[in-house]
């Protein structure tokens, strides 16, 4: 049965032990409200470590005053049952008083990646993405961390600073899980109407057209990003926040599509910001 | 006999080792061209822990491009014989392309402290500071590192990363060692011609008339920070760059002076910047 911990000096104790009986720890750090993109990581690593450990923190240092953070959506209870059926050996639910004490000062920044991208209307996001990463990094040690393709400049920029900071785990990349009608999985899928819902499916479906003219051989990005607006277009409830090609070395903005480049869009439906990528 | 490493991935695999072993293991971060400070940093370290490592780097991050990063004194042979006289068993001597390789992107800062007394006249320089020695700690993945109290604004600004950030050491701060007449010991000393070494006293000098008016009683800042001063105008050749009373737990200035509090100075001797500080 999984164990619940929510004291630091308790997460940092048992992950301790862990290491020192040698066993290999995996994390799955998580906002809750689990949905299957979730549950395949925590199973991934299930399958790949001795323990697993899920941290549930929905981290306010990554929301911007005017964002979501409060109306986030939460049930604890379901998500146990969920992280415990995945094989988690532990839930981490640490509160904000602990995690951000009176007086917090101290922040980590991979520079000029973090205001790129999401990071235009999202300012301080990736700041408190990379922030919280590190602390539950120190606190949990694990051998592996598991981040869904999903969040793709997340998961560049984690990538970026583990490798800068010489920090000792490796970022296993899960694919994005999808519905049946290819709109990607997200916690804030629930915040749709049923309108919106169905116009969110051409998301993907603008993502899945870029694809196939990259496919028949397209490689300027150009015509890729056109083929992608177009299917966008078709509803008027989608507002586009960015839709970009970029290097996946450098998230710059790329003249050519291919391996090693990203297509990225987010959009908005109402006041909900959905993501997702399409990468070759 | 020391063992010197300039490899980061053998390093961390060392230190991997040796904590699979179980063995304790003690960090002094230095920029080396030792002197006692540094060693009973070292003696200190190799008392305390199963195995000292020594890291060796002049840290580019933390100069800025007005500085005196290029002609930074550096003597490896010597350092590598005090180090291992003073019980180290690895020296540490990255260099500046495995630690920042091209496409470098992060930085861990201690948002506020770091822009106060030295990072005035050092803009960059505690940033370069926390992202050098979280690296390190990474790397060398200590029980404990050692820093020299000459360098208060960066054993408060570390000990406050290591604390907001979770990580897994304990930083063990070590009394200034000093010459006969008083001066700090520093590797930037050996910049100082023979009359700006002897006016160089008045540094310490004037932090010890500050001691003996809060001995004696005095609590108002001002009082004590006037007694320092007048010592200071003793000789022409000292330009003050800062003197100040702040608390040391917030490093905001503070009107009275007692337990909780630091007097710091920084002060220029022609184009050498020396600090110097009294806690109580």
């Known amino acids: 049965m999984i164990q619940r911990i ?40 299930a399958a790949d470590n001795d323990d697993t450990i899920v941290t549930l923190f929905v981290n306010p240092t990554q929301f911007s005053p005017c964002e979501d953070l409060e109306k986030y959506p939460r049930n604890l209870e379901r998500d146990t049952k969920l992280a415990d059926e995945a094989g988690a050996s532990f839930l981490f639910t640490p509160d904000n008083a602990s995690m951000y004490p009176a007086g ?38 694990p051998d592996r961390a598991y981040f869904g393709m999903k969040d793709a400049q997340q998961l560049l920029i984690i990538k970026k600073m583990v490798r800068d900071l010489n920090m000792n785990l490796e970022i296993v990349a899960m694919p994005t899980v999808r519905e049946s009608d290819g709109l990607a999985m997200s916690s804030r899928n629930v915040y749709l109407n049923p309108e919106q819902r169905k116009a969110a499916t051409l998301i993907s479906a603008g993502l899945t057209e870029a694809k196939k003219l990259v496919e028949a051989g397209e490689t300027r990005a150009e015509k890729a990003l056109e083929a992608a607006r177009a299917k966008l277009a078709e509803s008027p409830l989608i507002k586009i926040d960015y839709l970009e090609a970029v290097s996946e070395d450098t998230l710059e903005p790329t003249q050519d599509v291919g391996p090693g480049t990203l297509i990225a869009v987010a959009a908005y439906l109402g006041a909900t910001r959905l993501i997702d990528n399409l990468s070759f």
Do not use: Q
Not at 20 to 25: E, N, P, T
């Open 6 to 45: 929510s004291a630091i000096e308790e997460m940092k104790a048992v992950a301790a032990g862990l290491r020192r009986d040698g066993k290999s720890i995996g994390l799955v750090p998580t906002m809750g409200y689990f949905h299957e993109g979730h549950t395949s990581l925590m199973l991934r690593s």
């Open 104 to 141: 917090y000062k101290t922040y980590v920044t991979v520079e000029g990646w973090s205001s790129r991208l999401c990071g235009i209307s999202r300012p301080i996001h990736f700041r408190g993405v990379t922030t919280v990463c590190a602390k539950l990094f120190n606190i949990c040690a």
